[in-house]
Structure formats: structure tokens, C-alpha cells
């Protein structure tokens, strides 16, 4: 199966505009991920009763909104589609203080997405988090790297320490770490993730 594509065209029955925000967002976060993982979008979308016509579409009126010369920035498009967040925080990251938003994704209960707004509004990260209180996974071997499985964050603290590397878009990380093969020697990684949930290995 091919990949969705940025610009396919929505035809086809189903392309409906009316989704619900939050359902709407988690196809924009799927869009991204079908690159790397088509297969495990299928499956995501037949759990969500939706089309990848309605993929399309929602990621469609995402990018309108997002580069349009009159787009609101900072978190205003988030609010808009996700609605009042689920928590708020002032948090500390060196010398930057900034507000951190989360909402839940019910694709993936255990997670949150979450936003980090600077001071003045902008947004200076928005990806997918480990929910307060949820266990993330027990990461040991490289076997353990399976796709959606760990955010970035989780990996980072597993193998450190790990090395932030340019993602190839703007919703992707990549990070360059050591970790135990399936023999116990240690080996380079280079691990790639999209929205901040882990999709690949890159060789």
C-alpha cells in the first residue's frame, strides 16, 4: 500500500468536512505517521470508522489553516480544533518558562498531546507525551524500539544519552543513541519519530 500524500485529492465518498475536532486532529496526526507506518494507519483508521478520504480532507484544512496569511498563531489552531485543554502548567525547561497544554488522544489513551508555548504565544514544541500517571514501556534492547510504542522523551532517558538530530519535516525527531542489540553488545541507533511517537529505526 502507498503512503497518503500531502496533496492527494479528497475525492471519493466520505470526505466529509463535519468531523469532530478532536477526531479531526488525530487525523492530521496520522497523516504524518502513514509515511513511515501505513499499515498500523489502516488500522487506526478502521478503529475510527473514518476514510482515508477523510484523512486527506482533515490534513488538507490543517495545512490551509496553518499557512494562511490570516492564521491565528500560537495555540489557537490546537484550541480550536481540540477545545479546552485537559490540563495546564507553568513549566521550566533551562532558562525558558512557558505553558505547557495537554489533551487527550483516544487512539492512544495513555498519551497526551502536548503543547509548549513561550512566552508571547508562540509554540516551541507540540508532540505526543506519556499521560501523568500511565507506565511507559520497559526499553532494554534495541527489540524493545517497536513502532508507537515510547516518545521521544522515553527513549532519550532509556539510552542516554542521546543526541537530538534534524528530523526530516517539521513534525519529525530523530535521535542518535547506543543501545543493547538482541546479543547484549551495544550498537548505534538512529530512532525517528513523527508528532513525538517513535515510527522507525533509521538505518
Not at 151 to 176: H, I, K, N, Q, Y
Request: net charge positive; glycine share 8%.
Amino acid at each position: 500500500m502507498n503512503p497518503t500524500r500531502d496533496h492527494d485529492s479528497p475525492g471519493g465518498s466520505g470526505a466529509s468536512a463535519d468531523l469532530p475536532g478532536p477526531l479531526a486532529f488525530q487525523l492530521v496526526l496520522l497523516r504524518r505517521m502513514a509515511d513511515h507506518q501505513p499499515g498500523l494507519v489502516e488500522d487506526a483508521l478502521r478503529q475510527l470508522g473514518v476514510t482515508r478520504a477523510q484523512l486527506r480532507e482533515a490534513n488538507r484544512r490543517w495545512q490551509a489553516r496553518m499557512h494562511s496569511p490570516r492564521a491565528r498563531a500560537g495555540v489557537q489552531p490546537y484550541r480550536a480544533l481540540l477545545g479546552a485543554p485537559e490540563a495546564a502548567a507553568t513549566r521550566r525547561i533551562g532558562d525558558l518558562t512557558c505553558e505547557a497544554l495537554s489533551w487527550p488522544v483516544p487512539l492512544w489513551p495513555d498519551l497526551r498531546f502536548e503543547v509548549l508555548s513561550a512566552p508571547g504565544g508562540g509554540v516551541w514544541n507540540a508532540w505526543l507525551v506519556r499521560a501523568p500517571g500511565a507506565s511507559g514501556p520497559e526499553l532494554r534492547t534495541t527489540a524493545d524500539l517497536t513502532p508507537w510504542s515510547c516518545t521521544v522523551d522515553e527513549v532519550a532517558r532509556a539510552f542516554a544519552p542521546a543526541r537530538p538530530m534534524e528530523g526530516s519535516a517539521p513534525t519529525r525527531w530523530r535521535l542518535s543513541c547506543t543501545a543493547p542489540g538482541p546479543t547484549g553488545e551495544r550498537e548505534p541507533v538512529i530512532a525517528e519519530f513523527t508528532w513525538g511517537l517513535y515510527q522507525r529505526r533509521v538505518e
